[in-house]
């Protein structure tokens, strides 16, 4: 269990510049405790973008997802392949929880989505491997 940014997208990361290294992660009013990996989810919706029927992948978010994820790997250190699973894990808990209600399911009245809802695409870009390489 560790604190999590519930909103770890691309306009609350700042970077420099010239450098490219991040400089501040911002926005941490609604931080809650939860297992790690469940804000990674925040990782796919910077490679891409959603139109009004689909979301398309960048050119390069393969590159850019491998890159992450070997960087992320090699800072924390050596992890065992059930602790990799287990950020997996994580990291689609917070997919789900994040893009399959029709808002955060600890609000009041949240309702899971249904396949013909619009926001629908994005949980089938993000979870379906196939969906990520057809783009």
Not at 53 to 59: A, E, G, L, N
Not at 83 to 96: C, E, R, S
Not at 101 to 123: G, H, M, S, W
């Amino acid at each position: 269990m560790v604190l999590n940014h519930d909103g770890l997208l691309e306009m609350n990361i700042h970077v420099d510049e010239e450098s490219g290294g991040i400089t501040d992660i911002v926005d941490w009013s609604d931080a809650p405790v939860a297992p790690f990996g469940t804000s990674l989810w925040g990782l796919e919706t910077i490679l891409g973008v959603q139109t009004a029927s689909r979301w398309i992948f960048y050119p390069n978010h393969r590159h850019l997802r491998a890159v992450f994820w070997e960087t992320l790997y090699n800072a924390i250190g050596d992890l065992s392949v059930d602790d990799q699973k287990a950020i997996d894990v994580g990291m689609l808990f917070g997919l789900f929880r994040t893009y399959g209600f029709d808002r955060r399911p600890e609000k009041e009245n949240a309702t899971p989505l249904r396949e013909t809802d619009q926001e629908f695409v994005c949980l089938e870009a993000f979870c379906l491997p196939e969906a990520q390489h057809s783009s």
